[in-house]
């Protein structure tokens, strides 16, 4: 029986380290973040990928970084045919990679060479890209850089999210992990190395970066909130006040006004500009310290603010 030990933490992770378990695979152990604080009332919370550990009784370690920690020592006298990791995170030490008897190999949620990094999805949906998939590489020390294994597209619809995508792509992933983990061990493979010269990078969403540029095309405005949904979220200044932007919709009509300008307002309707003479209807939305709440809600209470032609949106 194939032994492995499985490296991950998010939602995205679960259902690929279910599916090793379900297929019959020996996972000797679990690799996952410490228990981390949730919510309001911070409840400790264990990830998604050490409760189905839990659930299918592996040994979970539980290290805050991998490196020279103990758990890695447990990982190395373990000597599993593979090591497995999905969303993982930390960079395996040469030691650890080195411990495997058969390989070590990464579900990566991009067509690398394209997106190496923390957040694929994100920049995939941010940037309108019309595809992205998973991409199953051995691991080397450089950050999504080996070889890649196997591969496998899936279309981004312009109705797909942050949330959406990774629900796709972790099924995607979990089946795609399956297909080619017995052409591993049989070495039925053709690895192809990346070609450097097109690796683009998708590095960890910085606050900064969740401010919505309404002088962008209202295409690229929509697809930057949904590149941020549901986490970590997107905002605009909308009359002064710092608002998330939950979702919108692309209109078909143009305007002559300037970016960040209401084009029209009415009892359930919020239009803005865009850049490119477009413009985009807001549908849901949340003003600083109030919760979520549809555009009638939001009109409901801002009277005679927002009036046709004024400049709403800081740029």
Same mark, same amino acid.
């Given at each position: 029986?194939?032994?492995?030990?499985?490296?991950?933490?998010?939602?995205?992770?679960?259902?690929?380290?279910?599916?090793?378990?379900?297929?019959?695979?020996?996972?000797?152990?679990?690799?996952?973040?410490?228990?981390?604080?949730?919510?309001?009332?911070?409840?400790?919370?264990?990830?998604?990928?050490?409760?189905?550990?839990?659930?299918?009784?592996?040994?979970?370690?539980?290290?805050?970084?991998?490196?020279?920690?103990? @758990?890695?020592?447990? !990982?190395?006298?373990?000597? $599993?045919?593979?090591? +497995?990791? %999905?969303?993982?995170?930390?960079?395996? =030490?040469?030691?650890?990679?080195?411990?495997?008897?058969?390989?070590?190999?990464?579900?990566?949620?991009?067509?690398?060479?394209?997106?190496?990094?923390?957040?694929?999805?994100?920049?995939?949906?941010?940037?309108?890209?019309?595809?992205?998939?998973?991409?199953?590489?051995?691991?080397?020390?450089?950050?999504?850089?080996?070889?890649?294994?196997?591969?496998?597209?899936?279309?981004?619809?312009?109705?797909?999210?942050?949330?959406?995508?990774?629900?796709?792509?972790?099924?995607?992933?979990?089946?795609?992990?399956?297909?080619?983990?017995?052409?591993?061990?049989?070495?039925?493979?053709?690895?192809?190395?990346?070609?450097?010269?097109?690796?683009?990078?998708?590095?960890?969403?910085?606050? @900064?970066?969740?401010? !919505?540029?309404?002088?962008? $095309?209202?295409?690229? +405005?929509? %697809?930057?909130?949904?590149?941020?949904? =549901?986490?970590?979220?997107?905002?605009?200044?909308?009359?002064?006040?710092?608002?998330?932007?939950?979702?919108?919709?692309?209109?078909?009509?143009?305007?002559?006004?300037?970016?960040?300008?209401?084009?029209?307002?009415?009892?359930?309707?919020?239009?803005?500009?865009?850049?490119?003479?477009?413009?985009?209807?807001?549908?849901?939305?949340?003003?600083?310290?109030?919760?979520?709440?549809?555009?009638?809600?939001?009109?409901?209470?801002?009277?005679?603010?927002?009036?046709?032609?004024?400049?709403?949106?800081?740029?």
């Amino acid at each position: 029986m194939t032994s492995i030990v499985f490296m991950g933490t998010p939602e995205f992770s679960a259902p690929i380290l279910q599916s090793l378990v379900d297929k019959g695979y020996d996972v000797k152990a679990v690799v996952t973040q410490p228990d981390r604080p949730v919510g309001r009332k911070h409840v400790l919370t264990a990830s998604p990928v050490k409760k189905v550990a839990v659930a299918n009784n592996i040994l979970v370690l539980q290290p805050e970084k991998i490196s020279g920690s103990d @758990e890695m020592a447990k !990982v190395i006298d373990i000597a $599993p045919d593979l090591i +497995v990791t %999905a969303a993982f995170g930390q960079f395996l =030490p040469n030691k650890l990679l080195a411990s495997v008897k058969v390989a070590a190999i990464n579900v990566h949620a991009s067509l690398l060479p394209k997106y190496r990094g923390g957040a694929p999805v994100h920049y995939a949906v941010m940037n309108n890209d019309d595809e992205t998939g998973v991409s199953i590489i051995y691991m080397v020390k450089k950050m999504d850089a080996g070889d890649v294994i196997s591969q496998r597209a899936i279309p981004i619809e312009k109705t797909d999210d942050v949330g959406s995508m990774f629900d796709k792509l972790s099924l995607l992933g979990r089946d795609l992990l399956l297909e080619t983990i017995p052409n591993i061990l049989s070495g039925n493979i053709s690895p192809v190395p990346q070609d450097e010269g097109k690796v683009t990078f998708s590095p960890t969403i910085k606050p @900064e970066q969740e401010e !919505v540029d309404f002088s962008q $095309p209202a295409e690229l +405005v929509d %697809a930057k909130i949904r590149g941020l949904r =549901p986490f970590p979220s997107s905002y605009i200044i909308l009359a002064g006040t710092r608002t998330k932007l939950w979702d919108v919709t692309v209109l078909d009509e143009k305007t002559d006004l300037a970016a960040g300008r209401v084009v029209r307002r009415g009892k359930h309707e919020l239009v803005l500009s865009t850049g490119a003479h477009g413009t985009i209807s807001v549908n849901k939305l949340q003003p600083a310290g109030k919760p979520k709440q549809s555009v009638t809600d939001f009109l409901n209470g801002t009277e005679d603010a927002l009036t046709i032609g004024e400049q709403v949106v800081d740029l």
